[in-house]
């Protein structure tokens, strides 16, 4: 039995770094200290309790977190700091000797971290709680709020795939999830709150239902029935696992918007097969056509990942022409980063920092070609657009299905409603497009 009676009138700040599934599980941290009886700070106001979700997606997050620890540090003085998340579950070590820090949770330990916070009292070093990879089991359900209108709803956590760059599987382990009831009940409570849009979050969620004997599908097929939730988005989900029969589900759902988010990480087959992904380009540029075949106004954001080790020039330049005949809407590019333990290392050619920049600006240029005539070819199209929360005195902005932000001016009671907006040219900063509420 945990004594809350030492959490009653304390305040607690929360820094979240990396992905959604690192937002969504703060959130839920956040409610757990918040039935305990800690109160979430003010802005300015000094915290009993700081708690810091880590990212170790690349040295440079690692290099963040750490900055963001000590920054905490000196604003909280003498409060009570708890680092959880990838980072601390990967360098336990590295992070409890940074100072003030008092706990580092891994995993398997950030939700039940009420039982390690004891009577609150500093520690003279940080103390460190972490289980062995094969320990990490359990399944913390999270379904956060990001703001007035969105909501992420964690669905499956870890990794089985072992891609040779990527050291997630080490830091969240074996793929698991919840049941679909679980999620069901989970998206009714956000609808009863008032959340009108739910995002599917996880590390692989098209892996979803391995835990449990469910799919992916059964889930989508479920979600789609809960009364109250006008729009899910699939975030992030492997080529692989994306199968016809969901994107037919979805180009007939109400409810499961037109709008996609496929890693692709490389357009070349041979750094594909470096990378140990499991699919070459012949089957993404199927799912492409597929998703657009019964969905021509889809919106389709892909990731991609350059200067990976043994992207030659030439496998780059392959990559390049598959991914710009590709009808997709939006490419989000990330610079490859070594991550220790990781099975890349082993690969002789190493690109140097100058050219991966020159390929990523290549793509990055490719990126907003493909956007800006995504969005242009739906100028003057009448669409219904979820607006979100605004700040007094600036424009509201909202989505359309296929996920066009639109620019419309402020009106605070449309906030966290459906309008239907016809929509105008670019606005000033060519972030969105004008809308006129009709
Ligand atoms: S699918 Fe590959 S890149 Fe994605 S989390 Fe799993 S191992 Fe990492």
Known sequence: MIDTTVFQ???AVYYTLGCKLNFSETSTIGKILREAGVRTSRKGEKADICVVNTCSVTEMADKKCRQAINRLV????????????CYAQLKPGDVSKIDGVDLVLGAEQKSDLLHYLGNLQKHQEGEAHTSALKDIRSFAPSCSRGDRTRFFLKVQDGCDYYCSYCTIPLARGRSRNGTVASMVEQARTAAAEGGKEIVLTGVNIGDFGKST???????????????????????SIEPNLLTDEIIEFVSRSRRFMPHFHI?????????????????????????ISRIKEVMPDAFIGVDVIVGTRGETEEFFENAYRFIESLDITQLHVFSYSERPGTQALKI????TPDEKHKRSQRLLALSEEKTKAFY??????????????????TPMHGFTANYIRVEVENEPSLDNQLV?????????????????IL
């Open 9 to 11: 009138d304390k305040t």
């Open 74 to 85: 000196k604003q909280h003085p003498g409060a009570f700091v708890v680092v959880t998340g």
């Open 213 to 235: 004997g469910e799919t992916f599908f059964d889930l989508v097929k479920a979600l789609d029935e809960v009364e109250g939730i006008e729009r899910y988005r699939i975030s």
């Open 263 to 287: 890693p692709l990480q490389s357009g070349s087959d041979d750094v594909l097969a470096l990378m140990r992904r499991r699919y070459d380009t012949a089957l993404f540029a199927s799912k």
């Open 348 to 351: 002789d050619h190493v690109v």
């Open 376 to 393: 242009t070819r739906h100028i003057g199209q009448t669409m219904s657009v979820l607006m979100e929360k605004s700040k007094p005195g």
């Open 420 to 436: 239907t907006v016809r929509l105008g040219e670019w606005n000033e900063d060519e972030t969105a497009l004008k809308g006129t």
